[in-house]
Nanobody, 113 residues
Framework: VQLVESGGGFVQAGGSLRLSCAAS????????MAWFRQAPGKAREMVAV???????NYGGSVKGRFTISRDNAKNIVFLQMNSLKPEDTAVYYC????????WGQGTQVTVSS
């Protein structure tokens, strides 16, 4: 299984970014996918998860601002991030559990005030 994130960058507060995670080596449509993030000095936290049936769940701090979605035809999961805040600054990781945990390499998101 390989997960490759893209789309991170630098944005001002109030701006938007869309992250993508391309998956390979797995039957993508059969598994839940998730986004986590880790800020410096803090524990990794769940941001959003989407089930194989496209049911979604979000961490409390991003509800109403972030949207997770998936394209099973292209094996990609997205994270649309709107109304970004400086506290959203972190490395964002794509995750799936396929007999064990798999993580992408991470993509940096920096939000300036």
């Amino acid at each position: 299984v390989q997960l490759v994130e893209s789309g991170g960058g630098f944005v001002q507060a109030g701006g938007s970014l869309r992250l993508s995670c391309a998956a390979s080596g797995m039957v993508f449509s059969a598994f839940s996918m998730a986004w986590f993030r880790q800020a410096p000095g803090k524990a990794r936290e769940m941001v959003a998860v989407i089930s194989r049936g496209s049911n979604t769940n979000y961490g409390g701090s991003v509800k109403g601002r972030f949207t997770i979605s998936r394209d099973n035809a292209k094996n990609i999961v997205f994270l649309q991030m709107n109304s970004l805040k400086p506290e959203d600054t972190a490395v964002y990781y794509c995750h799936s559990y396929v007999r064990r945990d798999y993580w992408g390499q991470g993509t940096q998101v920096t939000v300036s005030s």
